[in-house]
């Protein structure tokens, strides 16, 4: 098993930027593909970016290509979301997740472990 632990999230200007970061418990890290998710208030939780084990393939949602980039470093078990061009509509709880799936899964019920959220509110 892995614990999530989410944090970097605050309130910042349209157009700001913010960077999250999430770290992993225990000594498997390096064997799950990591993801971002959030979920704005009354609305299902949307895919915003995934990253395999070994960082050599990135794939993101469509309302946040060209602006956001997910990273990870599998010395420190921490994965990454460095968010550019913030939008208030961007404004949303950020999750964490983790699979041992292989390929680009962007579901939220292909995710077996996350972290408790962190909050990011973008004002105009």
């Known amino acids: 098993q892995v614990q999530l632990v989410e944090s970097g999230g605050g309130l910042v200007q349209a157009g700001g930027s913010l960077r999250l970061s999430c770290v992993a418990s225990?000594?498997?890290?390096?064997?799950?593909?990591m993801a971002w998710f959030r979920q704005a208030p009354g609305k299902e939780r949307d895919f915003v970016a995934g990253i395999n084990r070994s960082a050599g393939n990135t794939y993101y949602g469509d309302s946040v290509k060209g602006r956001f980039t997910i990273s990870r470093d599998n010395a420190k078990n921490a994965v990454y979301l460095q968010m550019n061009s913030l939008k208030p509509e961007d404004t949303s709880v950020y999750f964490c997740?983790?699979?041992?799936?292989?390929?680009?899964?962007?579901?939220?019920?292909?995710?077996?472990?996350w972290g408790q959220g962190t909050q990011v509110t973008v004002s105009s």
């Open positions: 225990g000594r498997t890290f390096a064997t799950y593909t």
């Open positions: 997740a983790g699979t041992r799936l292989y390929g680009t899964p962007f579901l939220e019920n292909q995710y077996d472990y």
